[in-house]
């Protein structure tokens, strides 16, 4: 049976014979003590998932089957190549090329960096709990020879929490599933016009003590930001946060009405009789720089990482002029901190530097049918700058980010209806008087699917199929003969619609791993069957996790 691993790693030979099965108390060898936790980790995480109990030996060796980990530089890993574009964490990219060679009597794991090693183990821990059942009731993994590396530096998922407040708790339980599926970045977006999550950048009189604010005004303490920050760190994951201004700032300005200049809080009409309401941030009054600098070195305090993410997207009723004198001043501000400026790739309006970083999001897009012609209009003049701006940023050029719309944004509905074997199985529980049993409890799980594809998404997006939503490559996501300039992946989760964790699962579940896949995995990665077929044995591990996903009637679920 074909491996069940995503990313699908760029080399994966089946070799024969019965391959590695784990014996109860199977040693896990490994010599440096830097890797403890992540051993540890991983042993937790085999025997939630598969009840086999490993026990990890450090420096010592082991008799009988084991699992040997081993960091060494050279060897088979000079086969592989380095990955594209920018580490997130800064300097050099992380080496997160390993080796793994399975067989009857042993598992021999090569990497030359920690985050290596962490790469392996999550192959090895996927392969072993999505193993199928033996007569002997054995968890088995096929004989093989696998050699992987990243095809990007940077592969992550902007969440937003800004439009919904996820706690601590959930945030870590989305780092959970990053690390599971490879990503390495989270980049929080955490302020928009909804909320300003920040515990910086309050009025002097407003409590910043999280679990305090008023209701509807949930924030992250620093200790809380902190926290998050060093959960992500270990498990190779670097936080990016962003604080997205000058547009999107209504929640701001609620906090400083001081920054209303009389100017910058307009209602304008982008056609006769179709008005709208816009809030940014005035570059002229004295004040908005001298908080912003204040909310700006907060954040670099608390994350350690190179970027701060400025946003910039939608300056919708600000002037030119105004756009750029902002986002100019404000990159200088990041500069001064010693970081390096990411924005939307509005941004690059307002002109470039080398150093600068560009987020690509907006690209052309189907509408659906009901979409009233305003809104049409306006999505096809934003469509007409946004191109500008690709250029703008390939012509100087600079790196850039690609969460190209279409593909990486999961708040596009879904288009095709839940698996119908759930359907069927609901239609036939009234007559067999199975209410308390578990198909009863698949049953409910199909009107809960039924309710969230109703009201999940964005209804401005035209609906995709899973399939069609994995079927693009990074590599021409800025046009032909600029794969060179791609410098990372990300996902993006919007949170308009989105009123707790199981919904942001469901939008997550199963889309997530099909980037997770594009953004690892060497070019092209593999077609949508063989995705699909790995995709149908991560749902049994998602339901494990206690994740709600999309059981999509286009993969046959195991």
């Not at 998932?49 to 088979?76: F, H, K, M, N």
């Not at 007409?384 to 708040?411: F, G, K, N």
């Not at 990665?525 to 995705?531: C, D, R």
């Amino acid at each position: 049976m074909e491996h069940a691993v995503i990313p699908a790693p760029f080399q994966f030979a089946v070799a024969s014979g019965p391959g590695f099965a784990f014996p109860p108390g199977t040693a896990i060898r490994y010599a440096d003590s830097g890797l403890t936790a992540v051993v540890e980790r991983f042993c937790a995480q085999l025997t939630r998932r598969t009840g086999v109990r490993l026990a990890p030996v450090l420096g010592a060796a082991a008799d009988g089957p084991s699992v040997t980990i081993e960091l060494r530089a050279a060897g088979a890993l000079d086969e592989l190549p380095g990955p594209a574009g920018l580490s997130a964490a800064g300097g050099d990219p992380a080496d997160e090329r390993y080796s793994l060679l399975i067989d009857a009597g042993r598992v021999v794991l090569r990497a030359a960096e920690p985050a290596g090693v962490a790469r392996g183990l999550t192959t090895l821990l996927q392969l072993a709990a999505t193993a199928p059942a033996t007569d002997a009731g054995e968890v088995r993994v096929p004989a093989a020879r696998i050699l992987d590396a990243p095809r990007y530096a940077w592969r992550g998922l902007s969440l937003d929490v800004a439009r919904t407040f996820f706690t601590v708790g959930e945030i870590r339980r989305v780092i959970d599933l990053l690390e599971f599926y490879k990503l390495n970045v989270l980049h929080l977006h955490l302020t928009d016009d909804q909320a300003w999550r920040l515990p910086m950048g309050r009025a002097a009189t407003a409590s910043v003590t999280a679990g305090s604010p008023p209701p509807g005004d949930d924030f992250y303490s620093e200790d809380d930001l902190r926290a998050l920050a060093a959960y992500a760190a270990g498990r190779f994951v670097t936080i990016v946060p962003e604080i997205d201004t000058p547009g999107h700032a209504t929640a701001l300005m609620r906090l400083h009405p001081e920054l209303n200049t009389g100017r910058n809080e307009v209602d304008y009409e982008v056609l006769p009789g179709h008005p709208r309401h816009a809030v940014w941030l005035d570059p002229e009054l004295p004040a908005t720089f001298e908080l912003m600098e204040q909310v700006l070195a907060g954040v670099a305090a608390i994350f350690p990482g190179p970027y701060l993410h400025i946003g910039a997207d939608e300056p919708r009723g600000m002037p030119d002029e105004a756009y750029t004198s902002y986002v100019r001043r404000l990159r200088r501000l990041v500069r001064a901190l010693g970081r390096r400026p990411l924005g939307w790739q509005e941004a690059a309006r307002a002109g470039l530097r080398p150093d600068d970083v560009i987020q690509f999001w907006l690209t052309g897009f189907d509408l659906p049918p009901h979409v009233k012609p305003h809104i049409r209009a306006q999505v096809e003049a934003e469509l007409a700058l946004a191109s500008r701006d690709v250029e703008a940023a390939v012509s100087v050029p600079v790196p850039v980010i690609v969460s190209p719309l279409p593909y990486c944004y999961l708040d596009v509905p879904y288009a095709e209806p839940p698996s119908s074997g759930a359907a069927l199985a609901d239609a036939g529980l009234a007559g067999a008087g199975l209410a308390g049993s578990a198909l009863a409890g698949s049953a409910l799980g199909h009107a809960a699917q039924a309710d969230r594809l109703s009201r999940l998404g964005l209804r401005v997006y035209a609906p995709r199929t899973v399939a069609e939503s994995f079927g693009w490559d990074p590599g021409e996501a800025l046009g032909p003969g600029r794969a060179g300039q791609v410098a990372g992946v990300e996902a993006a989760i919007w949170a308009e619609a989105i009123t707790g964790f199981d919904d942001l699962s469901f939008l997550l579940l199963p889309r997530l791993p099909g980037v997770a896949d594009k953004a690892w995995s060497a070019p092209p990665s593999g077609p949508w069957p063989a995705h699909r077929d790995r995709l149908a044995r991560h749902g049994r591990l998602w339901a494990q996790d206690d994740l709600t996903y999309f059981r999509a009637s286009t993969v046959n679920w195991g």
